[in-house]
């Protein structure tokens, strides 16, 4: 049987739909932490990669925040206290204890 209107087949069930695939940007996270946690004065990070160490970097323009950051892998803990002590301030507002400390004592 042919289709003589000149339509296209319409296969079974729902018709298909394109996903958005949001990339996301420390950019944008630094917004959102802004919009939820403007009140909030400290922020604690368990693990770090390429992606919180961006957003960290966004956030330590605001002095009012007080991070504590930790990582398992005791290297990517030594590099960012190497990175983030040379930066004004850095004693006062950045605190890197022990994974097993930082979860202990909060």
Same mark, same amino acid.
């Given at each position: 049987m $042919?289709?003589?209107?000149?339509?296209?087949?319409?296969?079974?069930?729902?018709?298909?739909?394109?996903?958005?695939?949001?990339?996301?940007?420390?950019?944008?996270?630094?917004?959102?932490?802004?919009?939820?946690?403007k009140?909030?004065?400290?922020?604690?990070?368990?693990g770090?990669?390429?992606?919180?160490?961006?957003l960290?970097?966004?956030?330590?323009?605001?002095?009012?925040?007080?991070?504590?950051?930790?990582?398992?892998?005791?290297?990517?803990?030594a590099?960012?206290?190497?990175?983030?002590?040379?930066?004004?301030?850095?004693?006062?507002?950045?605190t890197?204890?022990? $994974?097993?400390?930082?979860?202990?004592?909060s």
């Amino acid at each position: 049987m $042919s289709n003589k209107t000149g339509d296209t087949k319409r296969g079974r069930g729902r018709p298909p739909i394109e996903k958005v695939k949001l990339k996301s940007s420390p950019r944008y996270a630094v917004e959102d932490y802004n919009k939820k946690y403007k009140n909030e004065s400290v922020c604690c990070v368990y693990g770090i990669d390429e992606f919180t160490l961006l957003l960290l970097e966004s956030l330590w323009l605001n002095p009012e925040i007080l991070f504590y950051v930790t990582d398992p892998n005791p290297t990517i803990l030594a590099n960012v206290n190497r990175n983030f002590s040379q930066r004004s301030m850095s004693k006062l507002i950045m605190t890197l204890p022990s $994974s097993s400390s930082l979860v202990s004592n909060s």
